[in-house]
């Protein structure tokens, strides 16, 4: 079974701090652009962070500059998004998701058809 299960969403206040986690199975990550995407209500879905599958090149988008850090720890075959800072314009649903062979992270976070979704989780920034 391939599939990437998200973790980690929740209620927090302005200013506030989350960590997303985004465990792959089924395949390794090595070979995979990965990238986190995130969906307000009444919003198309949106690519936050990417990164590369070749040369591990990172993308962010201009409103979570600063604020959001991506990474991936291939020992654990997981993503991670740290989200610092929070507001609550970033309140959505994250998903996770990979795609083979895209080296370029922007256009990774541009794409609307990936190899693998996972599930979403819940993000709630609000006083």
């Known amino acids: 079974q391939l599939q990437l299960v998200e973790s980690g969403g929740g209620f927090v206040q302005p200013g506030g701090s989350l960590r997303l986690s985004c465990a792959a199975s089924g395949f390794t990550l090595d070979a995979y652009a990965i990238g986190w995407f995130r969906q307000a209500p009444g919003k198309e879905r949106e690519g936050v962070s990417c990164?590369?599958?070749?040369?591990?090149?990172?993308y962010y988008a201009d409103s979570v500059k600063g604020r959001f850090t991506i990474s991936r720890d291939n020992a654990k075959n997981t993503l991670y998004l740290q989200m610092n800072s929070l507001k609550p314009e970033d309140t959505a649903v994250y998903y996770c998701a990979a795609r083979r062979f895209i080296g370029n992270p922007k256009g990774m976070c541009e794409m609307t058809r990936q190899d693998y979704w996972g599930q979403g989780t819940q993000v709630t920034v609000s006083s």
């Open positions: 990164t590369s599958s070749f040369d591990g090149r990172l």
